[in-house]
């Protein structure tokens, strides 16, 4: 299934979170859910397909941190509350929690033009606080980002 053929789990999320978190008040913790539940059946089905669920992770984290900035949400604290969530889709869809939190790090990482330095920044140290070592992964994956602009 080629690029265009794939689903596009990314822009889902997205609409999941501004069409049902705008009002709601814990919404970084509702998203992390979502952005759970949505990696855990969109992983499934990548892997039923025989395709790498990389992307599919990928997509997810960023479009549902899109939606949060579309909301005006804090996505700092939905970047930490996914995170935190990862190790249990790892889990159910038997991958490494390493593997996929790299994953993740990478959608958070695209959205490097889209947000101030000091929202990366904070992203970065919370990141780093929850997972000791992930800081230095994220600054290299957002430089990587940045480099492509």
């Not at 998203?31 to 997810?60: N, S």
Request: aromatic share 2%.
């Amino acid at each position: 299934m080629g690029e265009s053929e794939r689903l596009d789990l990314g822009k889902l999320a997205k609409e999941i979170v501004t069409n049902r978190l705008k009002d709601v008040e814990d919404a970084p913790t509702v998203a992390a859910e979502v952005v759970k539940k949505t990696i855990v059946a969109g992983v499934q089905a990548t892997k039923a397909r025989g395709e790498d669920p990389h992307l599919t992770v990928q997509d997810v984290v960023q479009g549902a941190l899109l939606g949060l900035i579309l909301i005006e949400k804090d996505v700092v604290a939905a970047t930490t509350a996914i995170l935190g969530r990862l190790s249990e889709a790892a889990q159910e869809v038997h991958i490494d929690p390493q593997e996929m939190l790299t994953w993740a790090l990478e959608g958070v990482a695209k959205l490097t033009p889209l947000v101030e330095r000091d929202v990366l920044y904070r992203i970065r140290v919370a990141a780093d606080k929850q997972f000791m070592g992930v800081g230095e992964v994220f600054d290299k994956l957002c430089a990587k980002e940045k480099a492509k602009t």
